[in-house]
């Protein structure tokens, strides 16, 4: 098997496992400091400064574990080369709202990048969003937080000291429909998530 | 009706085969309470997301307080970073000895003349923790992991455990108290109030200097003696923290007893005690009996040391 497939395989496997291991995983990309320094100079060379390079970064990671946990990766390109595409769709989307959509130079973006614009959630959701997590207990947060991380209910009953996986998910449920019900029953919010 | 909400879940979560989802968008074309029904657990799900970025932001925070500061790193790439783990991997090996030496007896102090494992010596390159390490081509000098290469991967272990349940763990309120001062409050119960606060707002050096003044004679006592456990761990005072953590599983209380002792064997990796029969005792302990809490928790962290060996 090629070198390169194996340690994607490798990767992908660690990100859309467990939390220690997706977390370990993210760990090594962000702070390796090769990585750190293509991205900062990709930026830097592309009209940012060392602190835009430093938030490309970290954006890139977290809309890199987003799109690996949705099996959104299809394996066209190495994982170098879609992480990298993040970061070129990040660093053009940040200068095309900076520049208010007026001619953006072609060199600074790959016309062919993927788009990730549709797994963003908007600010106005987050907000309303953010609203409604403040109703629902920390135990609640916790449990979402795992599930979202893709943790095995298992774990979850561990963590949450419910009875098995099945009670697990049932609590997990409940949690996600407070925050549901939180938002029918408040209109703005519910303009605000855009519902 | 949970089916349903199985379904749309896999659905939104790219799970669904090819035959499920077109199934599924043509009932979703004609049925507007099922439209309804996947907006709102698109919401869900968002608000999933938010909580984990949310918690990932934080790791990142955590993560580049670590970062070596204006430094200009030789390149290497790093998707060679996996490769050469694999090979590190397979010349563990070799290492087999580091596992099956002897082992030391539990201590939790400096490693002594008599206990320091004997080691070989190996270069520095041979380091899978060093950025600008080469792979080893010369076939009569295979790569060997250095206790200190093995030092730094158990450390990232147990800091990636760690960081996993980081964020459920914050301290509590001294009872009756309010956010300011108190002047009914008790001594001990400043130090604890005082202590919590630090903790919760990550300044862990200053809850350590309030909460280790704690007397035992304390009723929450142990309880406190777990925060102050974990902001050793978080200020990387590993041996401090394994010290306290024992001192609460010791007590054998029916609440706090397997959570104490998965911290302190996280503890005890970080500080490199990953060989002491105390060490391999508790881990075994865990990981052995599902009806104890964290028993799954200590089966993967088994599972993962196994290799490493």
Known sequence: ?195 | MEELRDKLEDYLSGKLGAAEKKALEQQLASDPALQEMLRWQKLERDAMDVLAEDDLRNDLLEWKKGLPANKSPKIVPIWSRYTIAIAAAVALILSIWWWTKPTTDVTIGPRTAQNQPVVPKTSPQASIDTPSIKPHTNPEKPIVNTPKALSSRYLALAESNYDALRNSINAPQVRGSKPEKDSTLSATQILKQDGFAAFNKAEYKACIGKLSKVPATDKGYFTTMEYLGHAYFRTKEFKKAAATFQMVYEQNLPLSTDRARWYYLLAMLADGKEDSASFKTNLNLLANDPSRDYSQQAQKLLEKLAPQR
């Not at chain 1, 990309?29 to 293509?38: D, G, S, Y």
């Not at chain 1, 949705?70 to 190495?78: D, E, K, L, P, Y």
């Not at chain 1, 109703?135 to 599930?147: A, D, F, M, V, Y």
């Open chain 1, 1 to 195: 098997m090629d070198e390169q497939i194996s340690s994607d395989e490798e990767l992908i496997k660690d990100l859309q496992g467990d939390v220690t291991a997706r977390k370990a995983a993210l760990r090594q990309l962000f702070t390796e400091p090769a990585l750190r320094k293509q991205v900062i100079g990709y930026i830097r060379s592309h009209g940012g400064a060392t602190e835009d390079g430093e938030d490309a970064m970290q954006e890139a990671i977290l809309i890199f574990d987003k799109n690996i946990r949705a099996n959104r990766f299809q394996g066209t390109s190495s994982l170098q080369g879609y992480f990298f595409g993040i970061v070129k769709w990040w660093w053009y989307s940040k200068q095309r709202s900076r520049v208010n959509h007026l001619e953006f130079q072609p060199e600074m973006y790959d016309a062919h990048e993927e788009s990730h614009e549709d797994l963003l959630i908007t600010e106005e959701r987050k907000s309303a969003i953010r609203k409604a997590l403040e109703q629902i207990g920390e135990r609640c947060k916790t449990i979402l937080t795992l599930w979202g991380q893709n943790e095995s209910m298992e774990i979850i009953a561990d963590v949450a000291g419910l009875r098995d996986r099945i009670a697990a998910k049932k609590e997990a449920y409940r949690c996600r429909e407070r925050i549901s019900a939180f938002i029918k029953s408040n209109p703005n919010l519910r303009e605000q998530a855009g519902l």
